[in-house]
């Protein structure tokens, strides 16, 4: 099992398997960095795609020599989403990283049927992998980026594409608490009745390889003492290693708080195409970055 | 400018003014102690109200001269709320407290209109008073677990319970963040609609002694970095001292998300009301319970 982000680039690391990230709009100071780290640690080969006098002015910049990258010119940014998306498609890259363009621009490109990056009734979501230090573990918070306000429906495929992640870190039957602000059943609170829906759900085999229980306050997913203290049965409290959250709201706010308040580690996941997608933000420290583009390529060894 | 809990329970032993506060149904070990935590620190008098018996026995449990305390027998918990509700209306106590009874109960007897403990218009609403350690100050988050979906109607009222409530705490003009998962005001996500309208009516003075703005992601709202990285100008922007939650699901997550991941001391306040309600929960520590009591008792001082 995978407890941090060391780990995971030392697994990496070790398969040995050479990847190639193919970057749209790579003309950006911030993620030729991390191409740069990630390089440098011997994780994966780059192709960058863009503005190529920009380009090279910001790997000079880095002293780089640009001899050594591989970089192919466009126009603009939807020329250059396209390009790297293809590149995927034919097989000459194995993973798509957005660089400065708009995440419409590069989804658009992404999820171009006819590539086929995409299976038809897949969902797109994001996962914060966070490194849970006190217990030396990860943790996966999910949906924290992309999906607004899921149904029940999407919430399947958030919670599926999760599990399956943590299959990934080795984490066999993953725990998953569904996340409320209070651990009853109210009709008043729709979390509290997506989370009885999922439980269910996953008691019904809906959802494959966990164990599922909500609602669940997050006092009570993080704490076995604090679950029952309230009372509460459940093989979740306290062992929880997905919280599903409510909704874009509450997930994006518990995201930005552990980072800001708690100061943990974290790494921004896009799962659910038949690639991960690397989608660094702006906000993420180049540490993040660094996770967040060897977490991709852990999913890459795995599938 | 109060800026930690040990300042608000400076500031109440300084007042000299004895404050008398009736616990409804006080028949419980957690309530009890910080009872008499408040009482040995000389920050209030208290009624017992309640199952005399089993008081007296805890009382016993806990050391205490039962002859020392003032005790009114009840014979259920609906008698013990009324009888509380009754006792601050004829002003022969200062403050309720709820003790072990159902939360519905408890404030069913308070909202009793005829006894006028709250105004027509009122809506009670909670915050969470946070030392926020990293900038020596006092900040807090609105509503963490009384309003399960508010509309902008009642964010408005929330809003202004908030920002009264740091007048108390001599922050003179408070900045409020509206806070949502992005910046941009888009239809598809509600709280960035509520974080522009609040915006507006703040700035047309339909909310008053405050300076807001939103939406604002958490990190924009707590780091002034951040929102500089992103463009933002905002003079909310790294000085937030309320951080208003897009809905209960968000809130209630954040507050045990400080609690349990960044360890912070935390405090709830019910606000809206003509008296301060105590409420405290099974899961706050013996510190936030006591955090709690102060925080109420001072409202009372400046009232």
Redesign the interface.
């Known amino acids: 099992m995978i407890r941090n982000f060391n780990e995971v680039i030392e697994a990496v690391q070790k398969s040995g398997i050479q990847k190639k990230i193919a970057i749209a709009a790579a003309q950006d100071t911030d993620v030729l960095t991390s191409a740069i780290a990630t390089r440098d640690l011997g994780l994966a080969e780059f192709i960058l795609v863009g503005d190529v006098d920009k380009i090279n002015a910001i790997l000079v910049s880095l002293k780089q020599d640009v001899s050594t990258w591989e970089i192919i010119p466009t126009q603009n940014d939807v020329d250059s989403a396209n390009l790297v998306a293809k590149l995927i498609a034919d097989r000459k890259a194995d993973l798509p990283m957005k660089g400065l363009l708009q995440t419409s621009q590069f989804l658009k490109a992404i999820l171009n049927k006819e590539l086929g990056l995409v299976k038809p009734k897949a969902l797109l979501s994001q996962a914060t992998v966070v490194e849970y230090v006190q217990e030396n573990r990860m943790m996966l918070i999910t949906d924290c ?1 992309i999906n ?1 306000a899921p149904t029940f429906e999407e919430k399947m495929i958030i919670t599926q594409n999760a599990v399956d992640f943590c299959h990934i870190l080795g984490i066999e039957i993953p725990n998953v608490a569904i ?4 651990e009853e059943v109210r009709l ?2 729709q ?1 509290t009745v997506d989370a009885a829906m999922l439980s269910k759900a996953a008691q019904r085999k809906q959802l494959k390889g966990c164990v599922v229980d909500g609602p669940l ?3 009570n997913a ?2 076995l003492q ?1 679950s029952i ?2 009372g509460i049965q459940s093989s979740v409290a306290g062992h929880s290693d997905i919280l599903v ?10 995201d ?7 100061d ?1 580690k974290t790494a921004g996941c896009v799962l659910g195409a038949n690639v991960p997608l690397i989608m660094t933000s ?2 993420d420290s180049p540490e993040n970055k660094l996770s967040a583009i060897a977490c991709a390529l852990l999913q890459l060894l795995k599938i």
């Open positions: 980026a607004i996340i409320a602000p209070v008043a609170i979390s306050a997050l006092d993080l704490s604090a203290h309230k959250m409510p909704d874009l709201n509450a997930g994006n706010i518990l930005k708080s552990l980072r800001y308040f708690a943990y702006r906000s």
